[in-house]
């Protein structure tokens, strides 16, 4: 555990930005209740006031992982335009998002 522990220590600390980035999520989704990823749309999350550590560790990573994902799917579905997949796709999300 503990050489697990440096290993994630020597990557942030060669990578401060992605710490000073992370850190910025977290904060956003205990002050505001919501993240937001870079195309605009928020994620709303429940308050954190009086969540227990469980549900604060669960809201602070998908804070983080919300905006790296979202612009992960946008950028692979601008990759494959004329694709089945890229249909399937679009398909499911005017389903789901009307």
Request: charged share 25%; aromatic share 8%; net charge positive.
């Amino acid at each position: 555990m503990a050489e697990a522990k440096e290993t994630v220590n020597l990557w942030y600390k060669e990578r401060k930005e992605v710490l000073k980035w992370q850190q910025a999520r977290k904060k956003e989704a205990r002050e505001d209740g919501r993240v937001h990823t870079l195309l605009g749309r928020a994620r709303v999350f429940p308050s954190l006031t009086d969540a227990s550590s469980s549900l604060r560790g669960h809201v602070e990573r998908a804070a983080i992982n919300t905006p790296v994902q979202v612009l992960s799917f946008f950028l692979m579905r601008l990759s494959l335009p004329n694709s089945t997949l890229s249909l399937s796709l679009s398909l499911s999300l005017s389903l789901s998002f009307g």
